[in-house]
């Protein structure tokens, strides 16, 4: 599966444009609220939402997809952190690390890090982790095709040895691998590593499972967390109740009464609540959220008409984005560039490919572009017919219950038409839907399988990973074909991730095949949810001067990307 799996598993579930649970139950819906029962202190104590969509499925965090959110991050750990605004990583377990040759990686642990059975953390524990991979069925499996050994040379200092260094995905794997116990699971079975609940865990961060049910799952802090000595960080909340997603009108309701803090999902008319004072974004005014990720059009392209690279770039040209944004969203997000590169990666943005190929909204410049490329209205029925004279009549589908994606995909069909393309929204179940866009069974879907990483490559083996499966394809769900794109993509991967220039000329590259091809439609940049409460807890992220500028997040994958320091930063309400 590798890191295309790690990435996109972990996305499917994330709900980041969903508006409505699959999977809550009452304890955490119903007129008591999230604080239900009372037993914990309020003012120690964090409630949130916005991660989970049914009962916690396990605390395996090779499961991050689906694990209990706080799994990873809160429990356990993994070697650095990627700080998104400085752009680099930031020591965690490991204390460093550095390539001393082309192919040698060697990483130093920070002495003294215990487990929460008082067993200490070593360089063991760390081989053991990486190991994993080498299960043919493990996520990071594919890593061992260019990563050839891991040795410990003592109990602080691992070497990595590799065949062929892929410098950008082993950046994100050095924040994105978690650190298991070795003296727990290495009796366990390949079977029980892989996918076992580990209800019980051993973990190495600053919290430890207290308990959990149906509709929750409850953090507790750690008293003797290492970090507390060694990065000067401890976190505020000494209890977290993650809840699973109630449906908007309930969480709106939470938030504004108090009994939630931190919301990580979209919420109709945020907009309004931050004008009001009564709940804290990022950002004040539009766009309000950090973005977090791109939403994309995706064309079936072994599909007629979809298989032309001039339609594709008609409707490109059909879709008022702008419409969704003030209309749908209430700006709480931004329009998309042509490349679709989230605004953190602009430096990598050719702005003279994108003068020269890019593309905007134009509905005249979308009918133009048809009858260029042979798409004519011969009924005279309002809607262009495939080049042979046979109707085009197109499916959008997106989840049913993620009412803002359902409301834009009624934009996009409107737009559309009016160029004279003919196509229908479609509101499947999630799991279908997923299944359907595995095996290439679609006209056109919105997706937004990649997030922000520390680096654009993870982007562009999104948009061109080969081979195309047949099923179960967890990238490149238009099925888009083009060996040269895939192997700039390999090329990328091999670029150290200091070389700036060096990253620039091969993605200026790929951006040339993007915008002559448009394999997929950037629409916008989708965002990074989150309504806080300043009732109990105070002092969240925003950009405002003297604030703390990490993400308010507890997506899976993001508390190592500043989900967790912000839990370092917050000050319980006076």
Known sequence: MGIRGRITAALVVFGLAATACTGGSSSGSGPSGPAAGGALPRNETLYTTGTQWGPPANYNPLRDWDCATGTKG???????????????????????????????????????????????????????????????????????????????????????????????????????????????????????????????????????????????????????????????????????????????????????????????????GAASMVKAGKVVSYHDKPPYMLPANTAWLVPNTTRKPMDDAEFRKALASSVDVDKIVKGVYGQLVDKA???????????????????????????????????????????????????????????????????????????????????????????????????????????????????????PWTYYQYLFQLPVLDTQNTVNFGRYENKHAWDLVQQLGQVKTDDTAGMRKVISRLQDIQLTDMPLIPLWYNALWAQSNPGTWTNWPSDKAGAPHSAPAMWRNWLEMGGFETLTTLKPAS
């Not at 809840?243 to 009108?249: A, F, G, I, T, Y």
């Not at 409107?414 to 095996?439: C, H, M, V, W, Y």
């Open 337 to 455: 560039g042509p490349t679709g590169l989230l605004p953190q990666w602009d430096k990598f943005v050719d702005k003279g490919e994108v003068a020269r190929k890019g593309f905007s909204f134009d509905t005249a410049k979308a009918r133009k572009l048809l009858s260029e490329a042979g798409y004519k209205d011969g009924n005279g029925d309002g809607y262009v017919e495939n080049k042979d004279g046979s109707a085009i009549s197109l499916k959008l589908m997106v989840p049913s219950g993620w009412t803002d994606w359902m409301e834009a995909s009624k934009v996009i069909a409107s737009s559309a038409k009016a160029a004279g393309i003919r196509i229908t929204p479609g509101f499947p179940d999630q799991n279908a839907l997923n299944e359907q866009r595995g095996k290439g069974n679609f006209d056109l879907i919105m997706d937004n399988q990649r997030q922000l990483s520390n680096t």
């Open 74 to 268: 809160l429990a356990y750990e993994t070697l650095f952190h990627f700080d998104p605004n400085a752009g680099k990583l930031t020591p965690w377990l490991a204390t460093s690390g550095s390539w001393t040759d082309d192919t040698t990686y060697e990483l130093k642990l920070r002495p003294g890090i215990t487990w929460s059975d008082g067993k200490p953390l070593t360089a063991d524990d760390v081989v053991y982790s990486y190991e994993i991979g080498k299960m043919a069925a493990a996520p990071t499996h594919t890593m061992w095709s260019w990563l050839s050994g891991a040795r410990k040379v003592d109990d602080t200092t691992v070497r990595f040895s590799f065949e062929q260094p892929h410098y950008q995905e082993w950046d994100f794997d050095l924040y994105g691998i978690p650190i298991v116990p070795k003296h727990v699971w290495g009796g366990r079975s390949e079977k029980d590593v892989l996918n076992g609940v580990n209800d019980k865990p051993v973990v190495s961060g600053a919290y430890t499972l207290k308990s959990k049910g149906q509709d929750r799952v409850v953090w507790q802090r750690r008293d003797d967390w290492w970090g507390t000595k060694a990065l000067g960080m401890t976190p505020a909340p000494k209890y977290i109740v993650d809840v699973s997603n109630p449906s908007n009108e309930v969480v709106i309701g939470q938030l504004n009464q108090g009994q939630l803090d931190l919301s990580n999902n979209f919420l109709p």
